[in-house]
């Protein structure tokens, strides 16, 4: 029978859309554990079918899972930084643990085969552009338990896979502000603090960065903007600043209407507005990845008149019960999850206990500027004559994409405005 557990394994995400401010954060003191471990050259996996169905899948049913429980606020999530987290802790699991990693995330495939996906995908955006897409994951272990020790072969495949920094120190007040430095270094100082204090019980915790920095392809002119009304979820009448725009992308699913608007980068915005007599929270449980990406694939190339509110708002959610929900429960069990290729631990076993995410948004004239955040505790123990029209006036779904493979890197819905 296992032992008690005593120790934690956290596991933290920050995501970060169009920013572009100094990274001021200081040099990360803690002992550089990644010495004698050198990232080896590996083969990556192009984005095919396969893979874009499971992560659209995931995308959604993440989606949907976050409405259920907080459907009535703004949401955001960026299940880009919840994959790359997750698959990086994929590889320190085993057993029937390691297999519901693989369900969720790969609907099947395995975590070589997902390791070899992702890493495609993150050379895909390393180039400059208008825009840019970057990701910084690291490793922080607690020198406190001496009874932990890093499995080498967890660390050489997410500094392969990932570029996974790995770093070792007593957890304490110096060590929490080097995880916060380290993440406003790589958030270019938009996410300034991820979390407040260390649990001194936890032996390691995983970070993951996203930054994502884009103006919109063709900016709103000034009299572009001007005011409107918006109805939040709970019919309140909100005075909102209304963007207005002619696009040429246009969406009909059956069920909502909408519109894509490029970035400059090679991504974009997609905004979906559910007919009148369907709710958001409805809306968000019929789609589905197929659905999702079958709406961008038919977008009807013609005018669209669209309109939608400047936005910002912050947003945040304990994510384990929708992970739970979805399939993923053995990581969670105190007894019978299965972190064994993580790590030794002779005091108890690992599991994680909660999955925080938490997200910021701003979009405007320019461009889209958006954070999120997530961490997870791994304890022990409209046809008018051939011109559409399109007016988001109303809650709806948006997501940021990628044009390449329609892949959202963020996805959310907007149900109130300036609250």
């Avoid at 005593?6 to 401010?21: M, Q």
């Avoid at 004698?36 to 659209?56: H, N, R």
């Avoid at 070899?116 to 955006?125: I, M, P, R």
Wanted: charged content about 25%.
């Amino acid at each position: 029978m296992k032992k008690k557990i005593t120790g934690i394994f956290a596991l933290l995400l920050a995501a970060v859309i169009g920013i572009n401010l100094s990274g001021c954060a200081k040099r990360v003191q803690a002992a550089d554990l990644s010495q004698g471990i050198t990232p080896v050259k590996v083969e990556g996996k192009a984005a095919d079918a396969k893979y874009s169905a499971a992560q659209m899948n995931f995308a959604l049913k993440l989606l949907e899972k976050t409405f259920e429980e907080k459907g009535k606020e703004n949401l955001l999530v960026s299940p880009v930084s919840v994959t790359l987290a997750l698959a990086m802790t994929s590889n320190g699991a085993d057993g029937e643990t390691k297999k519901q990693f693989e369900t969720l995330l790969g609907s099947g495939m395995d975590t070589d085969e997902l390791n070899a996906y992702l890493y495609a995908f993150l050379q895909s955006f390393s180039n400059e552009n208008a825009g840019k897409l970057k990701t910084a994951n690291s490793i922080w272990f607690n020198t406190e338990h001496h009874s932990f020790e890093a499995n080498r072969t967890f660390l050489q495949k997410n500094a392969d896979y990932y570029g996974a920094a790995a770093y070792k120190s007593v957890f304490n007040e110096k060590t929490l502000r080097d995880i916060n430095n380290w993440v406003k270094m790589n958030t270019d100082g938009m996410i300034e603090k991820i979390i407040d204090d260390l649990d001194p019980d936890a032996v390691m915790y995983l970070i993951n960065t996203v930054l994502f920095d884009a103006e919109w392809e063709n900016i709103y002119k000034k009299d572009e903007v001007r005011d409107g009304t918006f109805t939040a979820l709970d019919g309140t009448k909100r005075t909102a600043s209304m963007m207005y725009s002619a696009e040429h992308l246009y969406l009909d699913d059956g069920k909502a209407i909408g519109f894509i608007k490029p970035y400059r980068n090679g991504y974009s915005f997609v905004a979906l507005l559910p007919n009148e007599d369907i709710s958001l929270s409805d809306y968000a449980a019929s789609m589905t990845g197929k659905s999702f990406a079958d709406t961008i694939k038919n977008a009807e190339d013609v005018p669209v008149e669209a309109a939608m509110p400047k936005f910002s708002y912050d947003y945040d959610i304990e994510m384990s019960g929708a992970l739970k929900a979805l399939g993923m429960s053995l990581p969670f069990d105190p007894e019978k999850a299965d972190f064994s290729a993580l790590g030794y631990y002779e005091s108890g076993n690992i599991f994680i206990s909660r999955v925080l995410h938490k997200a910021y948004i701003t979009v405007d004239e320019k461009g889209t500027k958006a954070g999120a955040a997530t961490a997870a505790d791994i304890k022990a123990t409209s046809d008018t004559g051939g011109l559409y029209s399109v007016t988001l006036d109303r809650p709806f779904v948006y997501a940021v994409i990628d044009d390449a493979c329609g892949l959202p890197v963020f996805i959310g819905a907007v149900t109130d405005i300036g609250k």
